[in-house]
């Protein structure tokens, strides 16, 4: 089930678009990486509630100086929760793959995380832009790489302006269920807003497109043929 979009030319730019850019807690994947990874190092309420109160980069560093996670926590959540791709998003996937477009997964989450959700959608390491954890000599923690483009406010944004300087992706659309993802249209040309995981208000009444299930949007593809694409790769 879909909510009608507020306008129609989001259709067709889904369509047709060169670049699709995931994000990926609550909708890639069912879960949030940083609340399981909190909820592994016992200190998941704290975590959580500064998650749904998260307004940038502080609130990240915050989080993380509470959880303190080392390379051992990380790799053992990892074992204990695997991540759980959401329904529909590994048939979308390829899809979006069998007509050329180039996919990417951008996260205010970490690399180590992430990189699961990556193999088991059959993406390459250098289409995914996240945060990277930092461990001393002995696995401990000992920070986050704060250069990387999600680690501060509207990074999203930054990213999607860098990928489309680089590539030329035009159309470019977002899909995600967060404010994060809202925000960053423009410079994405279109804003899908996901909310098969969880409902966000302000996403749902902003969004170009809101849908309740990835089926949703692979109808739409399945309405036309792959167009012609250009044979530039990202990477």
Not at 197 to 213: G, I
């Amino acid at each position: 089930m879909s909510i009608p979009p507020a306008s129609p030319d989001i259709h067709a730019l889904w369509r047709n678009a060169q670049a699709v850019c995931f994000d990926i807690d609550s909708t890639v994947c069912l879960d949030e990486g940083i609340d399981m990874l909190a909820a592994h190092a016992g200190v998941g309420d704290q975590v959580a509630a500064m998650t749904s109160a998260a307004m940038g980069g502080t609130v990240l560093f915050q989080r993380l100086d509470l959880i303190r996670p080392s390379r051992s926590m990380v790799a053992d959540c990892l074992r204990a929760h695997p991540p759980r791709l959401t329904p529909g998003i590994l048939d979308l996937v390829n899809a979006l793959t069998r007509r050329r477009v180039a996919v990417y997964l951008i996260t205010g989450g970490f690399t180590h995380m992430a990189e699961p959700v990556l193999k088991k959608l059959g993406l390459p390491r250098t289409q995914l832009i996240a945060n990277t954890l930092l461990f001393a000599a002995d696995g401990s923690f000992a920070g986050f790489d704060t250069a990387a483009l999600t680690a501060r406010s509207g990074g999203k944004g930054a990213a999607i302006s860098d990928l489309k300087n680089r590539f030329g992706y035009a159309p470019l659309i977002m899909v995600g269920d967060g404010v994060t993802d809202l925000e960053a249209r423009p410079p994405a040309d279109g804003f899908i807003g996901f909310g098969g995981v969880v409902v966000r208000d302000r996403v749902k009444a902003q969004a170009d497109w809101f849908v309740l299930d990835f089926q949703d949007l692979q109808a739409e593809l399945d309405r036309s043929p792959p167009a012609r694409r250009r044979s530039s790769t990202a990477g």
